[in-house]
């Protein structure tokens, strides 16, 4: 388990732990690395679905970067800035869920 004495709280810290171990996984592959835009809607998603409060963006982000998962560099992603957050994937059944979702 990993040690956050950063953060606003210990239940951020698990909060974001279980968020992250449900919903994704490690990579080095900077092509299947989340948007900043993918990873809150998923978040989003899995708290809707848990029946839990979400984190602000700020306080989510801030729990990502101490949990070591942080955001790339500004750069353009098809016609437009984007980040993608690095060293993580999305995966599992609640990601499917929220990419059919966005579609309707």
């Given amino acids: 388990m990993l040690n956050v004495p950063h953060l606003r709280s210990h239940s951020d810290a698990a909060h974001v732990r279980d968020f992250l171990t449900t919903c994704t996984a490690s990579t080095d592959d900077e092509l299947i690395q989340p948007s900043l835009d993918s990873m809150t809607g998923v978040y989003l998603t899995?708290?809707?679905?848990?029946?839990?409060?979400?984190?602000?963006?700020?306080?989510?982000?801030?729990?990502?970067?101490?949990?070591?998962?942080?955001?790339?560099?500004?750069?353009?992603?098809?016609?437009?800035?984007?980040?993608?957050?690095?060293?993580?994937?999305?995966?599992?059944?609640?990601?499917?869920?929220?990419?059919?979702?966005?579609l309707y």
């Fill in 46 to 102: 899995w708290c809707e679905l848990r029946g839990e409060t979400p984190l602000s963006d700020r306080r989510l982000t801030r729990a990502l970067r101490r949990l070591g998962v942080k955001p790339t560099p500004w750069r353009p992603i098809r016609r437009r800035h984007a980040r993608r957050y690095r060293g993580v994937r999305l995966t599992g059944p609640l990601v499917t869920q929220y990419i059919l979702g966005s």
